[in-house]
C-alpha cells in the first residue's frame, strides 16, 4: 500500500501564498495520475487540480484556476501545489491522492492551510 505523507500548510494571510508537498512510498509514484483534493470544516472532500502521470497535462477546478499550480517530481515521488492570492474560502485540510477515476489509496494525514488576517 502507497503512503502519502502532505506538507506545507499553515497560516497565510489573504493574497499570501504557499508550497504544498506530498511525498508518495513506493514505485506505483510514476505511474499514476495524482490530484491535490482539500476538504472545509463541514464539506465534502473536492479535488481542485490533477495531473498526468508524466507531468505534462493538469486539470483545476474553477475556484482556483489561475492561482494554484500542480507539478510533480517522478525521480523524488512528489507532488507539488503552489497556491498564490489565497482566499479565506481556501482554507481546508488539503490531501494528495491518485486522480482522474483511479480510485484513491488510503488517505494520508493531510496538511492544514489556513487563510486569515
Known amino acids: 500500500q502507497v503512503q502519502l505523507v502532505e506538507s506545507g500548510g499553515g497560516l497565510v494571510q489573504p493574497g499570501g501564498s504557499l508550497r504544498l508537498s506530498c511525498v508518495a512510498s513506493?514505485?506505483?509514484?510514476?505511474?499514476?495520475?495524482m490530484g491535490w483534493y482539500r476538504q472545509a470544516p463541514g464539506k465534502e472532500r473536492e479535488l481542485v487540480a490533477d495531473?498526468?502521470?508524466?507531468?505534462?497535462?493538469?486539470n483545476y477546478a474553477d475556484s482556483v484556476k489561475g492561482r494554484f499550480s500542480i507539478s510533480r517530481d517522478n525521480a523524488k515521488s512528489t507532488v507539488y501545489l503552489q497556491m498564490n492570492s489565497l482566499k479565506p474560502e481556501d482554507t481546508a485540510v488539503y490531501y494528495c491522492?491518485?486522480?482522474?477515476?483511479?480510485?484513491?489509496?488510503?488517505w494520508g494525514q493531510g496538511t492544514q492551510v489556513t487563510v486569515s488576517s
Open positions: 491522492n491518485r486522480a482522474r477515476g483511479l480510485g484513491t489509496w488510503s
Open positions: 513506493g514505485s506505483l509514484f510514476r505511474l499514476m495520475p
Open positions: 495531473i498526468s502521470s508524466g507531468g505534462s497535462t493538469t
